[in-house]
Protein backbone atom coordinates (compact mmCIF):
# COMPACT_ATOMS: atom_id res chain seq x y z
CA UNK A 1 0.00 0.00 0.00
CA UNK A 2 1.36 3.26 -1.00
CA UNK A 3 1.12 6.66 0.57
CA UNK A 4 -0.78 9.14 -1.53
CA UNK A 5 2.81 10.84 -1.29
CA UNK A 6 6.04 10.56 -0.53
CA UNK A 7 9.12 12.89 -0.47
CA UNK A 8 12.76 12.78 0.56
CA UNK A 9 13.42 15.71 3.04
CA UNK A 10 17.15 16.70 4.59
CA UNK A 11 16.83 16.44 8.02
CA UNK A 12 19.52 19.23 9.60
CA UNK A 13 21.06 17.16 13.23
CA UNK A 14 23.77 20.19 13.74
CA UNK A 15 25.27 22.89 12.09
CA UNK A 16 27.63 20.64 10.40
CA UNK A 17 25.17 17.53 10.09
CA UNK A 18 22.32 16.08 8.60
CA UNK A 19 20.24 12.86 6.78
CA UNK A 20 18.22 12.29 4.45
CA UNK A 21 14.57 11.43 5.74
CA UNK A 22 11.53 10.17 3.89
CA UNK A 23 8.11 11.72 4.67
CA UNK A 24 5.01 9.89 3.60
CA UNK A 25 1.45 11.70 3.16
CA UNK A 26 -1.64 10.23 3.43
CA UNK A 27 -4.40 13.09 2.01
CA UNK A 28 -8.11 12.37 3.61
CA UNK A 29 -11.14 13.85 2.54
CA UNK A 30 -14.20 15.02 4.83
CA UNK A 31 -15.63 12.05 4.79
CA UNK A 32 -12.68 10.15 5.10
CA UNK A 33 -11.16 8.48 8.52
CA UNK A 34 -7.67 9.19 9.88
CA UNK A 35 -6.57 5.06 9.64
CA UNK A 36 -3.13 4.74 12.27
CA UNK A 37 -3.02 1.00 10.69
CA UNK A 38 -2.85 2.35 6.76
CA UNK A 39 -0.44 4.58 8.00
CA UNK A 40 1.58 1.55 9.60
CA UNK A 41 1.06 0.07 6.69
CA UNK A 42 2.33 2.35 3.89
CA UNK A 43 5.45 3.02 6.42
CA UNK A 44 6.20 -1.19 5.99
CA UNK A 45 5.52 -0.46 2.28
CA UNK A 46 8.47 1.87 2.10
CA UNK A 47 10.62 0.23 3.79
CA UNK A 48 10.17 -2.84 1.74
CA UNK A 49 10.76 -0.74 -1.31
CA UNK A 50 14.50 -1.82 -2.76
CA UNK A 51 15.19 2.12 -3.85
CA UNK A 52 14.69 3.52 -0.15
CA UNK A 53 17.76 3.21 1.51
CA UNK A 54 16.94 5.71 4.07
CA UNK A 55 16.93 4.40 7.65
CA UNK A 56 13.84 6.96 8.89
CA UNK A 57 10.00 7.61 7.82
CA UNK A 58 8.27 10.85 9.22
CA UNK A 59 4.64 9.70 8.33
CA UNK A 60 2.01 12.58 7.89
CA UNK A 61 -1.70 12.96 7.00
CA UNK A 62 -3.66 16.15 5.69
CA UNK A 63 -7.01 15.53 6.26
CA UNK A 64 -9.51 18.31 4.95
CA UNK A 65 -11.98 19.76 7.91
CA UNK A 66 -14.21 21.94 5.57
CA UNK A 67 -14.15 24.28 2.98
CA UNK A 68 -10.18 25.81 3.20
CA UNK A 69 -9.28 24.52 6.50
CA UNK A 70 -7.10 21.33 6.71
CA UNK A 71 -5.88 19.50 9.39
CA UNK A 72 -2.28 18.32 9.37
CA UNK A 73 -0.67 15.59 11.75
CA UNK A 74 2.65 14.73 11.70
CA UNK A 75 3.48 11.30 13.47
CA UNK A 76 6.80 10.72 15.40
CA UNK A 77 9.54 9.20 13.29
CA UNK A 78 9.93 5.84 12.84
CA UNK A 79 13.32 4.46 12.24
CA UNK A 80 13.78 1.11 10.00
CA UNK A 81 14.63 -1.42 12.84
CA UNK A 82 11.70 -0.23 14.42
CA UNK A 83 8.80 -0.39 11.68
CA UNK A 84 7.75 -4.14 11.36
CA UNK A 85 7.29 -4.10 15.50
CA UNK A 86 6.12 -0.64 15.80
CA UNK A 87 1.88 -0.83 17.02
CA UNK A 88 0.79 3.00 17.48
CA UNK A 89 2.11 6.33 16.11
CA UNK A 90 2.50 8.96 18.14
CA UNK A 91 1.45 12.23 17.07
CA UNK A 92 4.40 14.77 17.38
CA UNK A 93 2.38 18.00 16.02
CA UNK A 94 -0.96 18.51 15.15
CA UNK A 95 -2.76 21.63 13.88
CA UNK A 96 -5.14 23.11 11.18
CA UNK A 97 -4.31 25.44 8.66
CA UNK A 98 -7.25 27.41 7.11
CA UNK A 99 -6.39 29.01 3.31
CA UNK A 100 -6.94 31.95 2.45
CA UNK A 101 -8.06 33.28 -0.03
CA UNK A 102 -10.11 30.48 0.26
CA UNK A 103 -9.10 27.28 -2.14
CA UNK A 104 -12.09 25.91 -4.20
CA UNK A 105 -12.33 21.79 -3.75
CA UNK A 106 -10.57 21.57 -0.70
CA UNK A 107 -12.80 20.17 1.49
CA UNK A 108 -15.90 20.56 -0.25
CA UNK A 109 -18.00 17.43 -0.13
CA UNK A 110 -17.80 15.57 -4.12
CA UNK A 111 -21.24 15.85 -5.67
CA UNK A 112 -22.25 12.47 -6.62
CA UNK A 113 -23.72 11.92 -10.19
CA UNK A 114 -27.14 10.01 -9.68
CA UNK A 115 -26.93 6.36 -10.63
CA UNK A 116 -28.53 4.65 -13.94
CA UNK A 117 -31.71 2.44 -13.56
CA UNK A 118 -30.01 -0.82 -14.42
CA UNK A 119 -33.47 -1.35 -16.02
Do not use: H, N, W
Not at 27 to 50: G, N, T
Not at 77 to 91: Q, W
Amino acid sequence: MAPDALFLAIEGLTKEDSREVIVTCEAKSVDEDISDDQVLRQIRAVFDSPIITQEIVIPIVVKAVRPSLVRVIEFEAIRRKDAASTELLAVASDALYEFIPRVPGIGEKKKRKPRKSSR
